[in-house]
């Protein structure tokens, strides 16, 4: 291994497959985290050590770890003083953010924080839900929960529970009386660490190649023939804040076009770029994308 090794965190738990599923996207080649807390990285300068998200800031901010993985709503509840290096949409099951909500029994006559005064309030995201009581001047209760939250809704007065796509609150029909917060991943570093030349370039580096891979998963790049004579009609269909490349062909009639879209985009183009007199369209999906 390298003398310069930047000691980066990932995941353990819910993120942890998305984190080595973007990682792979990206360009790199990462095995062994099925069976060790080390996995291996084809980057002898980058040393990964799994960790759960929730202690991630703490260990970051306290230089054990260069730099990590977590979600912000963990650095908040943490407190952590940290370089935040960027903001990284992807989660468990899709790339929206998650929000912490405040949930209660569909059957409950509770629908508004309010009524919660003087109750007691389950959740694993205890200082946060302290905050959002007393910015609010509600007095509750609010207790650490090891898990199964969702169980605990009709324990105790509420609950403040992680949703992604609020299956698991609806399958324990709870409803959802108020957001706490919303969260995504970030990409943190240690102070010291950012401050060091070849742990932030190499921090850089990283940030610029997962930003890429999470681009080129949303968008797919596109390329047709088009004669000269069609080129400006063509032109006008698509995306006016994207500049196509054009390029001459062997036929001095026709031009190849090539561009990139947003995969929501390419099924209303494709027919409308047909009609304009386009040919040969056809599209191919995209590793890394950088802005």
């Known amino acids: 291994m390298s003398e310069k090794v930047l000691k980066l965190g990932v995941p353990k738990g819910s993120l942890q497959k998305a984190t080595f599923d973007l990682f792979e996207r990206a360009g790199f080649n990462v095995s062994g985290y099925e069976r060790s807390y080390f996995p291996r990285i084809d980057d002898d300068e980058i040393q990964l050590i799994l960790l759960r998200a929730q202690e991630m800031s703490r260990y970051v901010e306290d230089g054990v770890l260069d730099a990590g993985f977590t979600g912000y709503d963990w650095i908040v509840e943490n407190d952590s003083d940290v370089r935040e290096v960027c903001e990284l949409c992807y989660s468990k099951a899709t790339s929206r953010p998650t929000k912490w909500v405040?949930?209660?029994?569909?059957?409950?006559?509770?629908?508004?924080?309010?009524?919660?005064a003087g109750g007691i309030i389950a959740?694993?995201?205890?200082?946060?839900?302290?905050?959002?009581?007393?910015?609010?001047?509600?007095?509750?209760?609010?207790?650490?929960?090891?898990?199964?939250?969702?169980?605990?809704a009709r324990l105790v007065d509420g609950i403040v529970e992680l949703t992604?796509?609020?299956?698991?609150?609806?399958?324990n029909n709870l409803k959802v009386i108020?957001?706490?917060m919303t969260s995504t991943t970030r990409f943190i570093a240690n102070k010291k660490a950012w401050d060091d030349e070849f742990k932030r370039q190499k921090i850089?580096?990283?940030?610029?190649?997962?930003?890429?891979?999470?681009?080129?998963?949303?968008t797919v790049g596109m390329k047709m023939n088009v004669k000269k004579n069609d080129l400006e009609k063509v032109l006008k269909i698509l995306p006016a804040?994207?500049?196509?490349?054009?390029?001459?062909?062997?036929?001095?009639?026709?031009?190849a076009v090539e561009i990139i879209v947003a995969d929501g985009i390419e099924r209303r183009l494709m027919p409308e770029l047909k009609r304009a007199g386009a040919s040969g369209i056809f599209t191919y999906p995209l590793n890394k994308v950088i802005h």
Do not use: C, Q
Request: net charge negative; hydrophobic share 40%.
């Open 241 to 255: 804040e994207k500049s196509p490349t054009v390029s001459t062909l062997a036929d001095s009639e026709y031009v």
């Open 102 to 116: 405040l949930a209660v029994p569909n059957e409950s006559n509770i629908s508004r924080p309010e009524d919660l």
């Open 204 to 218: 850089d580096n990283i940030a610029i190649l997962l930003n890429a891979a999470i681009d080129a998963k949303t």
């Open 123 to 152: 959740t694993e995201l205890v200082n946060a839900t302290k905050k959002y009581f007393a910015d609010k001047n509600i007095d509750v209760k609010v207790e650490f929960s090891w898990g199964a939250t969702e169980v605990k």
């Open 178 to 180: 108020d957001t706490i």
């Open 164 to 171: 992604e796509t609020g299956s698991s609150l609806r399958a």
